[in-house]
């Protein structure tokens, strides 16, 4: 055995395949970010507005109706610089994947952070969506490639601590 | 189709998956080796066990096991569970058994597939052999399955 190459390491697949069906306010974000508009609702109780709805309140416990349509600029709350490839993830390194707290929007979500080197972004850093070109919208999250920096000054810490 | 009520909805594919890519340390990897080889391996704790997979450590005494030993090929089934309705991600596209077999030397059992046939054809005690893949490359799916030791 000492003359051939030991095995060091396995791979071992994971997969679970799904078909993933939306409806309701789910449905509803998928076909109006479809025409390039991002929608939330709002909480009747905390006033609290989530994006995307998912046509509940998860504090509240209470049905969420009210629509409101949020910015496609907000602010990075947390972010992370990811430099560690993985099999399954095409990006070039190194990229950062960030919260973004919408302006609007009491809940941060979670998306890319381009056109700017890794070292600048920041938490309370601004930034605004890069769509993709509008014959390419559809249905999808996607149509949002990444945020960019928009050059407005930072948002003290103090104002989005409570969205983390 | 649009759905009959008028509400809006979509479907899409969704797919979760990670590749796990994992170290296998001396005493496993020695396990995988072999099977590039096609050899089955085990280890021998000092009370003279044998363990198939191997332990890295004899689980009676928690003391390092570093003996090595060459079991099998064929073995016996000593339990098993018929799969009647295989998925994609199974090993074989027929029902099979899923089974512990005890390698031959080996005083522990492994799991793995049996092509039986039909359920008809499995039972405790069954010898079986085991059905190498063209390519082996170094992990458990070298052995695509075992099959009875009796030719069908």
């Known amino acids: 055995m000492s003359e051939v190459e030991p095995v060091k390491s396995i791979v071992t697949p994971t997969r679970l395949e799904y078909e ?113 070109p509008r014959e390419e919208w559809g249905p999808t999250f996607a149509n949002i490639r990444h945020f960019r920096p928009t050059g407005e000054p930072d948002v003290d810490y103090e104002k989005f601590k409570e969205h983390l | 189709m649009p759905p009959s009520d008028g509400e809006v909805r979509f479907s899409a594919p969704h797919v979760v998956e990670y590749a796990y890519r994992r170290s296998v340390g001396a005493v496993l990897g020695r396990f995988f080796t072999g099977l590039r080889e096609r050899k089955l391996i085990g280890t021998r704790t000092r009370a003279g066990r044998v363990l198939v997979p191997p332990c890295e450590y004899d689980p009676d005494t928690g003391e390092s096991v570093s003996e090595f030993v060459d079991v099998g090929p064929a073995g016996v089934v000593t339990s098993w569970a018929w799969v009647q309705a295989p998925s994609a991600k199974h090993p074989l596209p027929r029902p099979f058994a899923w089974a512990l077999i005890r390698l031959d030397g080996a005083d522990t059992s492994m799991l793995h597939a049996v092509d039986a046939g039909a359920e008809s054809g499995m039972r405790t005690g069954l010898r079986v052999k085991p059905r190498w893949r063209a390519q082996t490359v170094g992990e458990i799916r070298d052995i695509e399955c075992f099959e009875p030791e009796a030719a069908r």
């Open chain 1, 20 to 132: 993933y069906t939306a409806v309701g306010a789910q449905a509803r974000f998928l076909d109006q970010i479809a025409h390039g508009r991002i929608i939330g609702q709002r909480c009747p109780q905390c006033r609290k507005v989530y994006v995307p709805a998912r046509g509940a309140c998860p504090r509240c416990g209470v049905p969420t109706a009210e629509e409101v349509e949020v910015a496609g600029r907000g602010t990075v709350t947390t972010f992370c610089v990811v430099r560690v490839p993985s099999e399954n993830i095409h990006l070039k390194l190194p990229f950062v994947a960030a919260h973004i707290l919408l302006d609007g929007a009491d809940i941060p979500f979670f998306a890319l952070v381009g056109d700017c080197d890794a070292s600048e972004v920041r938490m309370g850093l601004r930034v605004e969506a890069v769509w993709a």
